[in-house]
């Protein structure tokens, strides 16, 4: 079974600042997908960045990062320059690369920016 | 344009009655998935069809009923509603079931059962 766990509830960052949000796994699959999703007050889900297990390069997208430890099973989402929109809950999800499309979320992590 | 929506945003309704939510995709994705959300903010898959044939069916209640009509759409009926069943419901698609295929999810309904 695949599990997902975010540790920390709640985190802040000041506005312009950087702030990393932590996420661990555990799977026994070799080959799978790990995704940042945020949930702003909308409600909607929008997929923020996405990771190939198979790659070793971390994934990026604009002001989006993340550090990837295969070895470790972590896989924290760092934002840069933190914007006022990025105030949501994050969730960490893994999906394996065979099989039924089911992601499995993390409990999320609800970020503040702080203006 | 809407790429994956639901009806209602809101519902409302009394215990052991019967509702239900739709939800349509105009992606042209053959993929379809339902994903519960509970007050403590923990999303579980439900299930997932594709091509209108159930893949994923996970330990839901059978009075959870997903039907799809054809591959646009996807609902969800719930039989003699319980407390516990309040919960935001999404609905998502995919082009397909590779996983390395992006999930389009919908803006959630937020069932309250009183």
């Known amino acids: 079974a695949q599990t997902v766990t975010q540790s920390q509830p709640e985190m802040s960052v000041q506005e312009a600042e950087t702030v990393t949000l932590s996420c661990t796994y555990d799977t026994s699959e070799n080959n799978y997908y790990l995704f940042w999703y945020k949930q702003p007050p909308s409600r909607q889900m929008i997929l923020v960045i996405r990771?190939?297990?198979?790659?070793?390069q971390n994934a990026t997208e604009n002001r989006f990062s993340v550090n990837f430890q295969k070895a470790a099973k972590s896989f924290s989402l760092k934002i840069s320059d933190s914007q006022l929109g990025d105030t949501a809950m994050y969730f960490c999800a893994f999906m394996k690369q065979t099989g039924a499309n089911n992601l499995f979320f993390g409990t999320g992590t609800r970020l503040t920016v702080i203006p | 344009d809407t790429a994956v929506s639901q009806t209602p945003k809101y519902l409302v309704t009394q215990m052991g009655n019967d509702k239900s939510i739709k939800c349509e995709q105009n992606?042209?994705?053959?993929?379809m998935y339902w994903y519960k959300q509970d007050s403590k903010k923990f999303l579980k898959i439900m299930f997932s069809y594709n091509n209108k044939e159930l893949i994923i069916n996970e330990t839901v209640p059978n009075r959870f009923s997903p039907k799809s009509p054809d591959k646009a759409h996807l609902n969800l009926h719930i039989n003699s509603l319980e407390l516990g069943d309040s919960a935001v419901y999404f609905c998502?698609?995919?082009?397909?079931?590779?996983?390395?295929?992006?999930?389009?999810f919908g803006s959630g309904t937020q069932l309250s059962v009183l």
């Open positions: 998502a698609s995919s082009l397909g079931q590779q996983s390395n295929e992006k999930l389009f």
């Open positions: 992606l042209g994705h053959d993929t």
């Open positions: 990771q190939e297990a198979y790659k070793q």
